[in-house]
């Protein structure tokens, strides 16, 4: 489990046949290998893990599943990617839970200044859209993020100077995809509701 708080921009450096190097500033230990980090959003498991001078590279598998669900597939060396590391018990819960598994791809549709912030308007897969709700929790690119507002397939969120320095939204442009998990809260209640009498 994930909170969706960044704590590592890495990068792609490699990609062979589902398989992916990335670099990061995490001092990974090989005996390490096994563990979970959450890759723009999506939960993968490192294969091989090679410490370097400024943290580590390690290698990820990924599925056809993976990649015909995610923006993986669109993965090239010099990607830069949002990391986080998953809960150890005790560690602060900042974000929201986030699971790592991929609901599906949004697309940013405007990006539009507001004061020091930025305010992202995206287009949700329309089966996605009833779990989204204003002033609840999404997930994209790994990012916990709070729903600004929702109309129909489309919805708005805020990134802080902050969030935008230390992960990758600094960087994006109207176009781009991203990873989308809904709320795994939002997610059972409509699946409840089905069962309602």
């Given at each position: 489990m994930f909170t969706g708080l960044i704590t590592d921009v890495g990068e792609v450096i490699g990609r062979t046949a589902g398989q992916f190097t990335l670099r990061t500033g995490y001092f990974l230990k090989p005996e390490e290998t096994g563990l979970s980090i959450c890759c723009d959003g999506v939960c993968l498991t490192a294969t091989a893990i090679k410490p370097i001078s400024t943290g580590a590279e390690f290698s990820v598998d990924v599925s056809n599943e993976t990649l015909a669900k995610t923006t993986l597939d669109n993965w090239q060396p010099s990607r830069r990617v949002n990391l986080e590391r998953s809960l150890r018990a005790g560690d602060e819960l900042g974000g929201h839970i986030v699971s790592g598994h991929v609901d599906g791809v949004a697309k940013i549709l405007s990006i539009?200044?507001?004061?020091?912030?930025?305010?992202?308007?995206?287009?949700?897969?329309?089966?996605?859209?009833?779990?989204?709700?204003?002033?609840?929790?999404?997930?994209?690119?790994?990012?916990?993020?709070?729903?600004?507002?929702?109309?129909?397939?489309?919805?708005?969120?805020?990134?802080?100077?902050?969030?935008?320095?230390?992960?990758?939204?600094?960087?994006?442009t109207p176009g781009d995809l991203v990873n989308l998990e809904v709320d795994v809260f939002a997610r059972y209640v409509a699946r409840l509701m089905e069962f309602r009498p």
């Open positions: 539009t200044p507001d004061g020091d912030s930025k305010r992202f308007l995206l287009e949700a897969p329309e089966h996605l859209s009833r779990y989204i709700a204003p002033k609840g929790s999404v997930a994209l690119d790994g990012t916990s993020l709070t729903v600004n507002e929702v109309a129909e397939s489309r919805f708005g969120v805020n990134l802080i100077p902050h969030s935008l320095t230390v992960t990758t939204w600094g960087a994006k």
